[in-house]
């Protein structure tokens, strides 16, 4: 009986570190690097229309279509933090758009 109580024991033991291991590879930080076009949806974009995006692991730079850039950050799989002149926080959306705290969103294309 004991022998039988183990086996289960061990075989529920490693199912659960399968799945845990499949939950952490779903964690992967987001590749942001591309070509976002600003959707003016509730805000106008201030920003310009076009930005281009390049990332670093958690380092992300932002470019718009008129030569200003600011630096950003990664804070977490689905957020980013960026810095003066844009200053707004961004939620990475599941469609690889970005929806910042100032009212725009910003799609890949």
């Known amino acids: 009986m004991k ?3 183990l086996s289960t024991a061990a075989i529920v033991l490693g199912a659960a570190v399968g799945l845990c291991g499949g939950a952490l590879a779903q964690g992967a ?3 942001l690097s591309g070509t976002y076009k600003c959707q003016p949806q509730p805000v106008v974009c201030q920003w310009g229309s076009t930005v281009s995006i390049t990332q670093n692991g ?3 730079s932002l470019n718009n279509d008129s030569g200003s850039f600011a630096d950003a950050k990664l804070t977490s799989n689905i957020t980013l933090s960026a810095s ?3 200053n707004s926080e961004g939620l990475i959306m599941p469609n690889h758009s970005i929806q ?3 009212g725009t969103q910003w799609l890949k294309q």
């Open 100 to 102: 910042w705290s100032n």
């Open 29 to 31: 930080s987001p590749n």
């Open 3 to 5: 022998i039988v109580s």
């Open 58 to 60: 958690d380092k992300v």
């Open 84 to 86: 003066p002149p844009f």
